[in-house]
T-cell receptor, first 113, second 114 residues
Framework: GENVEQHPSTLSVQEGDSAVIKCTYS??????FPWYKQELGKRPQLIID?????GEKKDQRIAVTLNKTAKHFSLHITETQPEDSAVYFC????????????FGSGTQLTVLP | DAGVIQSPRHEVTEMGQEVTLRCKPI?????LFWYRQTMMRGLELLIY????????DSGMPEDRFSAKMPNASFSTLKIQPSEPRDSAVYFC????????????FGDGTRLSIL
């Protein structure tokens, strides 16, 4: 089955700096890679996703890059703000018979004012 | 749409008691997922349904856990008997038919077994 590894587990940045979170996956058949943000005590919420037919996707201050050859994808947050502080999860889904997402272990991002 | 609705939001009960968690998926979504979240193990998929049929329950930790989906708008996750190690946040999520659609999570049930 799919295995997703996420790094780092914690990340602190100064407000205004950029933050990068990286994930690797094991199943080369995976073709869908969402990122979720979970604030304390809240539900995970999708912030951006990418499919294997594109290499990069941007949405305002958030971007995701995908390297299918190396089987890794990354989340980039620019001009970080205190409200970006949360746990971020990457996930991957195989195009095979499985329909579920495999989640990474999460990254606690803290943006220091 | 109101999104995925879970109840209760919080549950505190003594070990040995039966616990029932409830989920109403987004209308029209064909897939429903139950997850458990703990600090130690992160987000774990327990079971998922497609068109009310359980597809993969390999994540269900043991026979004390069971899940049903009697119709397209309702699912339950039961723990009987409950144990302190079952304490966690349980999330329900749903997704449309297209495999490239994202999963939408409910607010979760915070379960504490004393």
């Amino acid at each position: 089955g799919e295995n997703v590894e996420q790094h780092p587990s914690t990340l602190s940045v100064q407000e205004g700096d950029s933050a990068v979170i990286k994930c690797t996956y094991s199943d080369s058949a995976s073709n869908y890679f969402p990122w979720y943000k979970q604030e304390l005590g809240k539900r995970p919420q999708l912030i951006i996703d990418i499919r294997s037919n594109v290499g990069e996707k941007k949405d305002q201050r958030i971007a995701v890059t995908l390297n299918k050859t190396a089987k890794h994808f990354s989340l980039h947050i620019t001009e970080t703000q205190p409200e970006d502080s949360a746990v971020y999860f990457c996930a991957a889904r195989s195009s095979g018979s499985a329909r579920q997402l495999t989640f990474g272990s999460g990254t606690q991002l803290t943006v220091l004012p | 749409d109101a999104g995925v609705i879970q109840s209760p939001r919080h549950e505190v009960t003594e070990m040995g008691q039966e616990v029932t968690l409830r989920c109403k998926p987004i209308s029209g979504h064909d897939y429903l997922f139950w997850y458990r979240q703990t600090m130690m193990r992160g987000l774990e998929l327990l079971i998922y349904f497609n068109n009310n049929v359980p597809i993969d329950d390999s994540g269900m930790p043991e026979d004390r856990f069971s899940a049903k989906m009697p119709n397209a708008s309702f699912s339950t996750l039961k723990i009987q008997p409950s144990e302190p190690r079952d304490s966690a946040v349980y999330f329900c999520a749903s997704r449309g038919r297209d495999s490239n659609q994202p999963q939408h999570f409910g607010d979760g049930t915070r379960l504490s077994i004393l």
